[in-house]
């Protein structure tokens, strides 16, 4: 079973939309969560972190966290073309690593 | 806020050649750093951490004497790829962990590596 676990894609929604990005993870006592933002050809950069249960909300962004059903998500409202791009949820996992463990990312693509 | 820097960006070389990546921490003091790997369309595997003035720490499956990691200073870790093949042909990404700590890394550009 994959640690953290995302749908690939595409997800693709209009300009102005929201766009739900959801990631789910297997160890039930991890305590960090986070969604990176990775371009095209590009590294990987930050967007959220969140480490308790409910909604974090930055901008346009807002992360969910549910640790009892071990899912995180992340909200883009208004979603922009510049938002187009591959979003990788991170989670630091039990064993005492404090390195987080990604998932494969979504690819998301919002069309004008 | 931290800032990595990373270099070459892309290099192209020759099956059998070695290749140096440069991972830097500017402005801040960096004892661990991650190296990353991340092949078309997948997710990035970490390869081995670094540790200043230690040696580095692989992963299971990372061989250590192909991927030669030194971290002499607090702010410099290199990754040699020696005996650099196709099948090691890309996106080696190098990441520190931020000062506020709180497992939050900072990623440097990444460097793209294409062995003919």
């Known amino acids: 079973q994959k640690e953290v676990e995302q749908n690939s894609g595409p997800l693709s929604v209009p300009e102005g939309a929201i766009a739900s990005l959801n990631c789910t993870y297997s160890?039930?006592?991890?305590?960090?969560f986070f969604w990176y933002r990775q371009y095209s050809g590009k590294s990987p950069e930050l967007i959220m972190s969140?480490?308790?249960?409910g909604d974090k909300e930055d901008g346009r962004f807002t992360a969910q966290l549910n640790k009892a059903s071990q899912y995180v998500s992340l909200l883009i409202r208004d979603s922009q073309p510049s938002d187009s791009a591959t979003y990788l949820c991170?989670?630091?996992?039990?064993?005492?690593?404090?390195?987080?463990?990604f998932g494969r990312g979504t690819s998301l693509i919002v069309h004008p | 806020g931290a800032v990595v820097s990373q270099h070459p960006s892309r290099v192209i070389c020759k099956s059998g050649t070695s290749v140096k990546i440069e991972c830097r921490s500017l402005d801040f003091q960096a004892t661990t750093m991650f190296w990353y790997r991340q092949f078309p369309k997948q997710s990035l595997m970490l390869m081995a951490t670094s540790n200043e003035g230690s040696k580095a720490t692989y992963e299971q499956g990372v061989e250590k004497d192909k991927f030669l990691i030194n971290h002499a200073s607090l702010t410099l870790s290199t990754l040699t790829v020696t005996s650099a093949h196709p099948e090691d042909s890309s996106f080696y990404i190098c990441?520190?962990?931020?000062?506020?700590?709180?497992?939050?890394?900072?990623f440097g550009a990444g460097s793209r590596l294409t062995v003919l």
């Open positions: 991170a989670v630091n996992l039990s064993g005492g690593s404090y390195i987080p463990t």
């Open positions: 990441s520190a962990e931020q000062l506020s700590g709180a497992n939050v890394l900072t």
């Open positions: 160890d039930r006592v991890s305590q960090s």
């Open positions: 969140i480490y308790s249960n």
